[in-house]
């Protein structure tokens, strides 16, 4: 007998290859496609807090739309809280069952554990944001991972990663007895978000063009050229990844049948088990969205200082490349790797800024902004986190910049005021000679700032507050101030479906 399935995408599996959620329901029979407009995310209010994630969502869904109807489906957009929609709805449409995505995490397994409560039929999550279900890896003493390179190791050695699902040639239309209440997917402006045409293009297949564009032109001289500020030596796939419009599995087997086993592919791969660890961390250790991984940092004495967190939130510190980094993030809605990590260890370690803020900053304007990737980077630069950069190791933006951005391109892109600098000083113009800046039309402390900290004391500064901190006893430690953080509607459960294992991991 035929099963009636709804196949709820909930926006990180914008895409329908490699969709197993899609696959299992059109193998079972009639399938109903639902996309939920939660005001969580969609209420003007909330939508603006994320302008550029919104953008590129709204984007996928409508491309994920067109994909659907080309294979003789429709997605059914229905607004209302997730948790009270979707059991309504498995009601009045006499679904069998609803199939999803899991996602990784907290709020999101507690709003899966309530649907699955109220849901009154099954509720079936597939692995499908990871290459492998998080939690898999544990060490010989059944714990989790907290050292990458073990983490990495033992998924190398022992996951096989299965090949990708094809898409659907065709798909059943949705039955004539569902379709009630719906809604259409608003625009930017009915948002009140004013669309930036900066962003990259959303949908699947901009994520598979972008793929493909990575491979042919820049995979090859990937270990040369990732860190490098100025060149677009990276894939450009984290918004992708992000929101599911290409899946991590995607990714991987494209690149080991490109790369081959070379040294370009292992250095791209562990990016992806990068990946894969900040989620599997967040799985295992869900209160990491509240604290450091490293309880020794609670009670941090971080500084609150306006004056310096504006200037480092505009791209005015006077550090040419934090300042680009700023305003590439506003801008574009990204901020290439190597400069987020200049920039976020610049925020907590120079300005004594704590990272939760800036971990909020990233999530609002971050087209990318993923909560395991971003908080595991946040952490990782602050030097609180899970296998995370010593905190005693504090990044020297001049020498960062002289060194992954040698011509200065990449801060003469974003900060235009420095354009005619010459490279030998473009990255320490309160050094350069006044007859340089004269040519270059600068004149400091008018078109562009000082530094607003000495490096070298902004450094002796931290090791100083972090050494005294971090040898006090924890018990006697008072809480930081909390930054307030935009929580979800709760939602998720643990039902897998079994993964097919037919590749070994490189
Ligand atoms: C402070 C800070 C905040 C960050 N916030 C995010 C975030 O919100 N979302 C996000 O996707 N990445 C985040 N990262 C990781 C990294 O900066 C981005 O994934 C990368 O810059 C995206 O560009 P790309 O797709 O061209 O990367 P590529 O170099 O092409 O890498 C391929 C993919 O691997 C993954 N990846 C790469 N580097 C890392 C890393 N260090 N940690 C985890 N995964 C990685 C990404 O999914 C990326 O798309 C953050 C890093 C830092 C230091």
């Known amino acids: 007998m035929s099963t009636r399935t709804i196949v709820w995408f909930r926006g990180k599996d914008l895409r329908i290859s490699d969709h197993a959620p899609l696959r299992d329901a059109a193998d079972a029979g009639e399938v109903i496609p639902l996309f939920v407009l939660d005001p969580y995310f969609f209420a003007p209010t909330r939508a603006r807090e994320l302008p550029h994630r919104m953008q590129f969502l709204l984007d996928s869904v ?36 609803v199939v999803a995505q899991r996602w990784v995490e907290p709020f999101a397994r507690e709003r899966d554990r309530r649907i699955r409560d109220a849901l009154g039929a099954k509720f079936e999550l597939h692995e499908g944001e990871t290459l492998m279900p998080p939690g898999t890896l544990r060490t ?46 608003p625009t930017c402006k009915q948002l009140g978000i004013e669309r930036n045409p900066a962003l990259l293009e959303g949908g699947e297949q901009a994520g598979k063009a972008r793929l493909k564009r990575f491979l042919r032109d820049a995979a090859a001289a990937y270990p040369e050229h990732r860190d490098r500020m100025d060149l677009p030596g990276t894939s450009r796939l984290s918004a992708d990844l992000k929101f599911g419009t290409i899946s991590a599995r995607q990714v991987w087997t494209a690149v080991e049948d490109a790369l081959n086993g070379t040294p370009a592919a292992r250095s791209f791969l562990n990016e992806l088990v990068w990946r894969e660890f900040t989620h599997s961390t967040l799985w295992d250790r869900p209160e990491l969205l509240e604290s450091p991984f490293r309880p020794g940092f609670a009670g941090f004495p971080w500084q609150y200082d306006e004056a310096l967190w504006r200037a480092w939130v505009v791209g005015e510190t006077g550090y040419p490349v934090v300042d680009a980094a700023a305003r590439q993030l506003l801008g574009e809605g990204f901020v290439h790797n190597r400069a987020r990590m200049i920039s976020a260890s610049f925020l907590c370690k120079h300005l004594l800024i704590d ?16 909560w395991a990737q971003n908080n595991a980077g946040w952490q990782w630069s602050a030097g609180c986190g899970c296998d995370a950069q010593p905190y005693f190791r504090i990044f020297n933006p001049v020498t960062q910049g002289e060194k992954f951005d040698p011509e200065g391109n990449y801060v003469r892109r974003w900060v235009p005021e420095l354009a005619k600098m010459p490279a030998r000083h473009i990255h320490h113009p309160w050094e350069a000679p006044e007859a340089v800046l004269r040519a270059a039309g600068v004149r400091l402390g008018q078109t562009y700032p000082r530094p607003i900290v000495e490096h070298r004391l902004a450094r002796e500064r931290f090791l100083a507050v972090a050494a005294q901190h971090l040898k006090r006893d924890t018990r006697a430690r008072v809480a930081s101030p909390t930054i307030t953080r935009p929580r979800l509607d709760p939602s998720q459960s643990d039902v897998l479906s079994p993964g097919v294992r037919t590749r070994k991991a490189t």
């Open 140 to 185: 010989g003493a059944g714990r989790p991972y907290s050292v990458f390179s073990q983490f990495a190791r033992v998924l190398r050695e022992t996951a096989m990663i299965r090949t990708p699902l094809p898409p659907p040639r065709s798909l059943p239309p949705v039955p004539t007895d569902v379709g009630a209440q719906l809604a259409v997917m």
């Open 355 to 370: 990272y939760r803020r800036g971990e909020a900053h990233y999530m609002k304007y971050l087209t990318d902004g993923d």
């Open 62 to 97: 409508g491309a994920l739309e067109t994909t659907l109807a080309q294979r003789g489906s429709r997605l059914l957009i229905v607004a209302g809280k997730s948790v009270e929609v979707v059991p309504r709805l498995v009601r009045e449409w006499k679904a069998d069952r």
